[in-house]
């Protein structure tokens, strides 16, 4: 992670955690095959609700198959830094139950959770990973033929960090800086809800 970024909280979090950001520069380093199936045998290992895993994973390479048509799908003001990341990886919920083809009211849930393994197992291997959901689904899943049965929830950026002076001069500083956070008070109730 970027050393001039400040540590974010306060608290002794565990550092993974404390690392963690979402960067929008990235090095020229790529990402090894042991390092990709890593982070995706961390997202593997996620609890679920009935042990359903309804996350599915579609990996693309910079400058291998589907790659161009994923990074097409993204929002222009995503583009142009996530083309800079060697892979992208759009994040699928399987809506139904295997079971009995009921709906999942988890599945989405679930996904996420596997996401934030994937994200600290990313940060753990000194990785940068920024999740978007700012692309065009309907686009993405045509391009990959995905049926309906499945939600198309996010991408995500994957790679190292880089240098954020090779960012657009309006993304620079928003690089460097500490993403705020709301205080524990207005996200925490004890024994009654004052939301
Ligand atoms: C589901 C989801 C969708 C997001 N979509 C975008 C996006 O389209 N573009 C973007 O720049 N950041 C996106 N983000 C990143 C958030 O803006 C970021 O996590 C938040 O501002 C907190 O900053 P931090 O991750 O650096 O702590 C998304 C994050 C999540 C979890």
Do not use: C
């Amino acid at each position: 992670m970027s050393e001039e970024r400040p540590r974010r909280s306060e608290l002794p979090l565990h550092p993974v955690l404390n690392a963690r950001y979402s960067p929008r520069a990235f090095s020229e380093r790529d990402v090894t095959d042991a390092e990709l199936n890593l982070v995706l045998e961390a997202a593997r290992w996620a609890p679920s609700s009935m042990n359903e895993q309804p996350w599915r994973f579609l990996v693309t390479r910079r400058g291998s198959t589907g790659h161009a048509e994923l990074l097409a799908s993204l929002n222009p003001s995503n583009r142009i830094w996530a083309d800079k990341a060697p892979v992208l990886i759009l994040n699928l919920a399987k809506r139904t139950l295997s079971r009995n083809g009921m709906e999942n009211f988890h599945a989405r849930h679930d996904l996420g959770l596997a996401t934030a393994q994937l994200t600290a197992q990313a940060t753990a291997l000194g990785m940068g990973l920024h999740i978007l959901g700012g692309f065009q689904a309907d686009a993405a899943r045509e391009a990959f033929n995905i049926p309906v049965d499945f939600d198309l929830v996010s991408v995500i950026v994957l790679g190292f960090p880089g240098d954020a002076q090779q960012l657009p001069e309006n993304l620079i500083q928003r690089e460097l800086q500490q993403s705020p956070r709301r205080p524990l008070n207005e996200l925490v109730f004890f024994g009654e809800f004052k939301g």
